[in-house]
């Protein structure tokens, strides 16, 4: 389910009243009533209860976890988040393991988007459980979220990719397309992560004329979300692009490409994304 208020497309990180603050607190220990988020594979440890799903906190397990086992992550609603790695003891089945993916339905948006924050955070520590320059292993450094190597003190932050999404308009068309790795019938608009020495706008060009062949002009700031399934930070823009040009999949990356009109919208990105708001604005003649 999206969130809407006021009319307005709500995304999954904006999850007013509700409030998430990402500042790291070295000093903060575990308490009764702070929220626990485990992760096995892709799957992360919920309460259900029924249909409604909620983050499990401390006080609903046998026995608190090891200091070793647990890290601080942020705060929602002045509630501490801590990852912890080793499964707590639970008997109760109320506690089931949700694939990552429910975000896109659960009702609770403040509810998905920590869920999938603290995916973002589980998975850089895991891939940096060893130093990439030395190959000892290494910790959590104290005052700062920081992984240290134990040999070489080489440091490690979380890592954010940037990536650009643009909404391509042209005679009250958009171009939509079909990723190959897309189920179905489902349209997006174009993206690509910005590749070293490249500004935003040469990534849009270039990821354009890469994968269906336009050139695009008009190059305008849109907004910004964080997209922590991949680690990105996506960038958007609106252009406008040429629909006289002939449109060249790369068959690659994109399956098949087209202009379609505000009536005519294929199945696409859900609200909850950039993608989503562009294209379903894009609808209402807001872009």
């Given at each position: 389910m999206i969130a809407i208020v006021n009319n307005s497309i709500i995304m999954i990180h904006e999850i007013l009243p509700h409030r998430f603050n990402n500042s790291y607190l070295p000093d903060r220990e575990i308490s009764d009533d702070d929220y626990i988020l485990h992760y096995e594979g892709n799957t992360v440890l919920l309460v259900a209860n029924g249909d409604d799903l909620s983050i499990p906190r401390r006080r609903d397990f046998e026995e608190e976890p090891g200091e070793q086992d647990n890290i601080f992550l942020f705060t929602l609603d002045n509630i501490a988040c801590f990852l912890i790695?080793?499964?707590?003891?639970?008997d109760e089945p109320r506690f089931v393991f949700m694939d990552i993916s429910f975000f896109r339905t659960e009702k609770k948006q403040e509810i998905a988007w920590v869920c999938i924050a603290g995916y973002h955070?589980?998975?850089?520590?895991?891939?940096?459980?060893?130093?990439?320059?030395?190959?000892?292993?290494?910790?959590?450094?104290?005052?700062?979220r920081a992984i240290v190597?134990?040999?070489?003190?080489t440091i490690a932050y979380p890592k954010i990719s940037p990536a650009v999404i643009v909404t391509i308009t042209c005679n009250d068309k958009i171009l939509l397309a079909r990723n190959t790795k897309f189920p179905g019938m489902w349209y997006s608009l174009l993206a690509g992560y910005v590749d070293i020495g490249e500004s935003l706008e040469e990534t849009l060009r270039r990821e354009v004329k890469e994968e269906v062949g336009l050139d695009i002009s008009n190059i305008r700031y849109y907004n910004s979300q964080p997209w922590p399934l991949s680690g990105s930070l996506m960038i958007g823009f609106t252009a406008e692009g040429d629909e006289s040009q002939p449109i060249i999949p790369d068959n690659k990356e994109i399956a098949e490409a087209a202009w379609f009109t505000r009536d005519n919208l294929p199945e696409h990105a859900l609200n909850l994304s950039i993608a989503g708001e562009m294209i379903e604005k894009f609808g209402k003649g807001e872009i």
């Open positions: 790695w080793e499964a707590p003891k639970r955070l589980m998975t850089w520590y895991m891939q940096n459980r060893f130093c990439g320059r030395c190959g000892n292993t290494t910790k959590h450094k104290h005052d700062e190597c134990m040999q070489c003190n």
